[in-house]
């Protein structure tokens, strides 16, 4: 199978610019997460999606926003872009979202805004 | 509520001896460990997990962990480490019945030739 994808890999914008993620889980995965990633901050959970519908969100404004299509495939959308938004996204995906899945992840995006 | 304590955020060995990376978990239900490894530009790949079987949880490239629920403990070891070993490890917990997967602010294991 192969494993979850995530383009681009790498990304410059400037402040104030949108931007707009993709990922592609494994196939028969139904449950996509996102993470932000920094050196600061570490590993920080920004939302999951269920079967087209967001389950979880982590604490992040509401310029982060994400949504799911029916093959399970997911974007997620940074709005007015900050300094501080620079860093390496990470999509993960599971079958059915429960706690017991084991999360795979894709090589992420890395995000450097100017 | 769920949380993950890895204690350490650098830990350096010499290769050949033993590592060991520390985690403490809390939560108020019978919990699901997994221990992460990130390569640098690479995303979370999975070493182990637990989920309430053998308490002793073996994973890939020769480590270990053991759940000890009197300690609220799940710590990662190696008997002999190697250069490759060298990357960041995130523990992580997440709850039966529950979705939600807490990770911890991941330790950054440095191998010395």
């Known amino acids: 199978k192969a494993g979850v994808t995530q383009t681009p890999r790498y990304l410059i914008k400037t402040r104030g610019q949108q931007v707009t993620l993709s990922c592609s889980p494994i196939s028969g995965h139904r449950s996509v997460s996102w993470y932000q990633q920094t050196p600061g901050q570490g590993l920080q959970f920004l939302f999951e999606y269920f079967s087209e519908t967001q389950r979880n969100k982590g604490n992040f404004p509401g310029r982060f926003s994400g949504r799911q299509f029916s093959n399970s495939r997911s974007e997620m959308n940074v709005s007015t872009l900050e300094l501080g938004d620079s860093a390496l996204y990470l999509c993960?995906?599971?079958?059915?979202?429960?706690?017991?899945?084991?999360?795979?992840f894709g090589p992420g995006t890395r995000l450097t805004v100017l | 509520a769920q949380s993950v304590t890895q204690l350490g955020s650098h830990v350096s060995v010499s290769e050949g001896a033993l590592v060991l990376l520390r985690c403490n978990y809390s939560s108020s239900v019978p919990p699901y460990l997994f221990w992460y490894v990130q390569y640098p530009n690479q995303g979370l790949q999975l070493l182990l997990k637990y989920t309430s079987a053998a308490t002793l949880v073996k994973g890939i490239n020769g480590f270990e962990a053991e759940f000890k629920k009197s300690e609220t403990s799940f710590h990662l070891t190696k008997p002999s480490a190697h250069m490759s070993d060298a990357a960041e490890y995130f523990c992580a917990v997440s709850e039966a019945g529950g979705f939600k997967t807490i990770f911890g602010a991941g330790t950054r294991l440095f191998v010395k030739a």
């Open positions: 993960a995906s599971r079958t059915s979202g429960s706690g017991a899945d084991t999360q795979y």
